[in-house]
């Protein structure tokens, strides 16, 4: 159980960094305000709200399962809003194909550890990291900070 809070407190930590970083990337002394009707439609269309050479936030929203991905420089954190999901990370992406310079996806997921993902959790899935929303039974929402970080060869 300790364990689980530990990771959970690095999330909500490394979520409230990324997420702080939006005033300090590439803006200088300038400060960024989003409001809530432009956060509110964003998340109504699941599509990005902000995006950087070092970070990206989304208004991210899920009806259903998607493919399985592998970034190579971008650290995901995810704090979910409404909703749950089955969620997969590590393992082997199967059937991936490169669909950019730096992502590869997939059909879905091979071993790996699956988890549940509810209202109020934060996950952080290093770059590198395979990972699939492998069940949505019902719409989900979520934040989603990417932070550019190292390489990884996949």
């Not at 979910?80 to 199967?94: C, D, I, R, Y």
């Not at 988890?115 to 989900?140: E, S």
């Amino acid at each position: 159980m300790k364990q689980v809070q530990v990771w959970l407190l690095l999330g909500a930590s490394a979520f409230v960094l990324a997420a702080g970083l939006r005033a300090l990337d590439g803006a200088g002394s300038k400060v960024i305000h989003l409001p809530a009707t432009e956060v509110s439609d964003a998340f109504a269309k699941g599509r990005p709200v902000l995006e950087t050479a070092s970070y990206k936030v989304h208004a991210s929203r899920r009806d259903g399962p998607g493919q399985a991905e592998l970034h190579s420089h971008d650290t995901d954190i995810f704090h979910v809003l409404t909703g749950s999901a089955t969620f997969v990370t590590g393992g082997k992406v199967q059937g991936g194909a490169h669909v950019g310079p730096e992502e590869i996806r997939g059909a879905s997921i091979e071993g790996g550890e699956t988890r549940t993902l509810q209202a109020g959790d934060v996950i952080v899935i290093p770059h590198g990291v395979p990972h699939w929303f492998k069940a949505v039974p019902a719409p989900v929402t979520y934040y989603t900070v990417k932070v550019r970080t190292g390489t990884v060869a996949p």
